[in-house]
Antibody, heavy 121, light 107 residues
Framework: QLQLQESGPGLVKPSETLSLTCTVS??????????WAWIRQPPGKGLEWIGAMYYSGTTYYNPSLKRRAFISVDTSKNQFSLNLSSVTAADTAVYYC?????????????WGQGTLVTVSS | DIQMTQSPSSLSASVGDRVTITCRAS??????LNWYQQKPGKAPKLLIYAASSLHTGVPSRFSGSGTWTDFTLTISNLQPEDSATYYCQQSYNTPRTFGPGTKVDVK
């Protein structure tokens, strides 16, 4: 079973870039079975899909983020990362990385524990 | 984007009860519907995929049904550990979207 672990700063200033990394263990990030995704959850609210990337480079993003999100994969480290630019207080959330099983109907089957990122000066 | 709605937003039930949560998609999604359980301070966990398939290790008291736009999650013989928020999510297209959640309180 895959294990995923988020890491990165817990506090980011407004207008700056939020950067998080997800380390994958128990399997290869180059697996053809998975997309690698970021999902966030503002405090007390629901889940929002940010985007996902295939190891080959194919990427999908949520248009609601207005092209502020960028996801990359480092196959040598078995990691993938999220950069979210021009953050505001509205970007304060718990950020989860997750694996999207790509066959059949598709689903998020493994999640990191989540990391709270607060946007504040 | 496909909008997902859920009802009720919250419910309270007793141990041993049978509860049903409804999820509706704003357009037809065939059976591209997943259910997750989230407990406070924890990441969501996959319960049901493809509308009615039970994920590995999930107790059989959880079941899902539905197709096209209307779906249900049923918990039979409700247990104390089932207190959580339940989310539906469509996997028909991107952006992947989730329902607003249903909070289940076990009395």
């Amino acid at each position: 079973q895959l294990q995923l672990q988020e890491s990165g700063p817990g506090l980011v200033k407004p207008s700056e870039t939020l950067s998080l990394t997800c380390t994958v263990s128990g399997g290869s990030i180059s697996s053809s079975s998975y997309y690698w995704a970021w999902i966030r959850q503002p405090p007390g609210k629901g889940l929002e899909w940010i985007g996902a990337m295939y190891y080959s480079g194919t990427t999908y993003y949520n248009p609601s983020l207005k092209r502020r999100a960028f996801i990359s994969v480092d196959t040598s480290k078995n990691q993938f990362s999220l950069n979210l630019s021009s953050v505001t207080a509205a970007d304060t959330a718990v950020y989860y990385c997750a694996s999207w099983y790509n066959y059949g109907y598709g689903y998020f089957d493994n999640w990191g524990q989540g990391t709270l990122v607060t946007v504040s000066s | 984007d496909i909008q997902m709605t859920q009802s009720p937003s919250s419910l309270s039930a007793s141990v041993g009860d049978r509860v049903t949560i409804t999820c509706r998609a704003s357009q037809s999604i065939s059976s591209y519907l997943n259910w997750y359980q989230q407990k406070p301070g924890k990441a969501p966990k996959l319960l049901i995929y493809a509308a009615s398939s039970l994920h590995t290790g999930v107790p059989s008291r959880f079941s899902g049904s539905g197709t096209w736009t209307d779906f249900t999650l049923t918990i039979s013989n409700l247990q104390p550990e089932d207190s959580a928020t339940y989310y539906c999510q469509q996997s028909y297209n991107t952006p992947r979207t989730f329902g607003p959640g249903t909070k289940v309180d076990v009395k």
